[in-house]
């Protein structure tokens, strides 16, 4: 928790039994960084960062209250305890991969897109991962809970396996993969002829639940970071996941079948907003109510005190926070009284969950284990439902990803027909969803989903975004675009 109700170091933790939990102490976050890798205790932490034990052993203690890290003792040392990661890593503020992957990785899929004419799952998942990776918002590790929850106990789940469902696939699209084990997992991706940037993207998943069942696969651990390489502008992608430093024992992989809606609790609401693609967690209520109306209109302090039932000091004095912070900006045209307008990226927020029980997550898990769902189906579905089951929601941040992948399109073909944009637009919808002009003026899209969709109403925004950000750079206008959005029964 932050005591300023903001804070752009941050990471969310999903426990065994404490729920959500958030993390923002700078201490804390170097120590859980270090957890990722090995064992530690406060001793080693306070003389490598020279700092008091006692202020390591502070910050440790409080991680353990909140059921994020398990405390043991030394298996060869009775004298000493050791402590060690426990709870899944979701989201966090940060990523160690290189700047400009997220680039190559939205460029890869539209070649795609735009090569086959049509979007996929596939194309879908990589592009709305890219643009949250580029507002500094890092997802790895919550795909890499994705991958060990639908493989937990799963019998067949065998090395050999592995590498048959890795080398056919890849070969089908011309890569050539080479995969090391000995002094940790590498795995180089090559392709000769295709930009293959967004393959980590649907890689990590996998490579999730290989490190959950590290043990019984190598007979080693393997730590909970991933390493990432893109060179050769996107054609090579090298993974890499180190071994973990520590006393052995058995990782168990992050389940789902015993869990209920208790385990994925928001104990503090928070939301995610990126400010000059700095991502920042809030937790003040009424920062968060601010930047919430605002993303739906610009409005006054007067209308927002209205709106949310906050006095107007209140407001006045969170939201000039909100504007000395890059976060919102006062409309210089709006006269009297001042409007303010949103120009932090929306990622997520938190409501009450829509879900009312967890027996969806055992579902897909199950279809995944059967055969009956696909892989990325599986992973879009898990993570999905994971998020309905904490109230957490995405939904506003599609329409700029949207605007992303339109300069993207537009930088590979600079004289696209306006006219083309919005068949593009419309097929950036990945099947079995649809979309349809309707009119030109004013332009109306029909996005039609799929009774059987991975997807709630992010299509729609995402197309909204691309064909009003195409437009603008094509033509030098903006168009009122509207979306029309209807789920087959």
């Given amino acids: 928790m932050t005591d300023q109700g903001y804070s752009t170091a941050f990471e969310v933790y999903l426990t065994n039994d404490k729920g959500v939990q958030l993390v923002t102490n700078d201490l804390s976050l170097v120590i859980l960084k270090e957890m990722r890798y090995r064992e530690i205790s406060p001793s080693d932490i306070a003389t490598e960062l020279n700092v008091s034990k006692s202020t390591v052993q502070a910050n440790i203690t409080k991680l353990v209250r909140m059921g994020i890290v398990s405390q043991e003792m030394c298996r060869g040392d009775a004298r000493r305890v050791i402590f060690r990661l426990?709870?899944?890593?979701?989201?966090?503020?940060?990523?160690?991969?290189?700047?400009?992957?997220?680039?190559?990785?939205?460029?890869?899929?539209?070649?795609?897109?735009?090569?086959?004419g049509r979007c996929t799952n596939r194309e879908d998942f990589a592009l709305y991962a890219a643009s949250l990776l580029e507002s500094g918002f890092d997802i790895v590790q919550g795909l890499f809970?994705?991958?060990?929850?639908?493989?937990?106990?799963?019998?067949?789940?065998?090395?050999?396996?592995?590498?048959?469902?890795?080398?056919?696939?890849?070969?089908?699209?011309?890569?050539?993969?080479?995969?090391?084990?000995?002094?940790?997992?590498?795995?180089?991706?090559?392709?000769?002829?295709?930009?293959?940037?967004?393959?980590p993207l649907i890689v990590v998943p996998m490579l999730g639940a290989i490190v959950s069942h590290s043990w019984q696969l190598f007979g080693?651990?393997?730590?909970?970071?991933i390493s990432l390489v893109v060179s050769n502008q996107g054609h090579s992608v090298d993974l890499l996941v180190q071994p973990f430093i520590g006393q052995e024992y058995e990782n168990v992989a992050f389940g789902v079948e015993s869990r209920t809606l208790d385990h994925y609790?928001?104990?503090?609401?928070?939301?995610?907003?990126?400010?000059?693609?700095?991502?920042?967690?809030?937790?003040?209520?009424?920062?968060?109510?601010?930047?919430?109306?605002?993303?739906?209109?610009?409005?006054?302090?007067?209308?927002?005190s209205d709106i949310m039932g906050v006095s107007r000091a209140t407001i006045y004095s969170?939201?000039?926070?909100?504007?000395?912070?890059?976060?919102?900006?006062?409309?210089?045209?709006?006269?009297?009284?001042?409007?303010?307008?949103?120009?932090?990226?929306?990622?997520?927020?938190?409501?009450?969950?829509?879900?009312?029980?967890?027996?969806?997550?055992?579902?897909?898990?199950?279809?995944?284990?059967?055969?009956?769902?696909?892989?990325?189906?599986?992973?879009?579905?898990?993570?999905?439902?994971?998020?309905?089951?904490?109230?957490?929601?995405?939904?506003?941040?599609?329409?700029?990803?949207?605007?992303s992948t339109a300069r993207t399109v537009i930088d590979l073909h600079p004289n696209l027909d306006p006219q083309k944009l919005l068949e593009i637009g419309c097929?950036?919808?990945?099947?079995?969803?649809?979309?349809?002009?309707?009119?030109?003026?004013p332009i109306k899209i029909k996005v039609t989903l799929d009774k059987n969709t991975l997807w709630e109403s992010w299509p729609g925004d995402f197309v909204k975004g691309f064909v009003s950000e195409g437009l603008k750079l094509l033509i030098g206008d903006s168009y009122k675009i509207t979306i029309e959005t209807v789920r087959e029964q």
């Fill in 145 to 199: 809970a994705a991958g060990s929850a639908l493989t937990a106990g799963m019998p067949d789940f065998t090395w050999n396996r592995i590498k048959k469902d890795i080398m056919p696939q890849s070969e089908q699209h011309g890569e050539t993969v080479h995969v090391h084990t000995v002094d940790g997992l590498e795995i180089q991706i090559d392709s000769k002829d295709e930009n293959i940037a967004d393959a």
């Fill in 220 to 225: 080693y651990n393997l730590s909970s970071d």
């Fill in 265 to 304: 609790k928001v104990e503090e609401p928070f939301a995610v907003y990126s400010i000059g693609g700095v991502a920042t967690l809030f937790t003040n209520k009424t920062m968060m109510g601010i930047l919430y109306n605002l993303s739906n209109g610009d409005y006054s302090v007067n209308d927002l």
């Fill in 427 to 441: 097929n950036m919808v990945s099947v079995p969803d649809k979309a349809e002009v309707i009119s030109l003026l």
């Fill in 318 to 403: 969170a939201i000039t926070i909100l504007v000395e912070m890059g976060a919102v900006e006062i409309d210089k045209t709006s006269g009297t009284p001042k409007c303010y307008t949103l120009v932090a990226d929306p990622i997520l927020y938190c409501t009450e969950p829509e879900a009312t029980d967890c027996t969806r997550l055992q579902e897909v898990v199950s279809l995944f284990q059967s055969g009956k769902m696909d892989y990325y189906g599986a992973v879009i579905s898990l993570s999905m439902e994971t998020l309905r089951c904490m109230g957490i929601h995405f939904d506003k941040m599609f329409i700029r990803s949207g605007r």
């Fill in 86 to 116: 426990q709870a899944i890593l979701m989201f966090s503020s940060h990523s160690d991969t290189e700047s400009d992957w997220q680039m190559y990785a939205r460029i890869a899929s539209d070649i795609r897109i735009l090569k086959s």
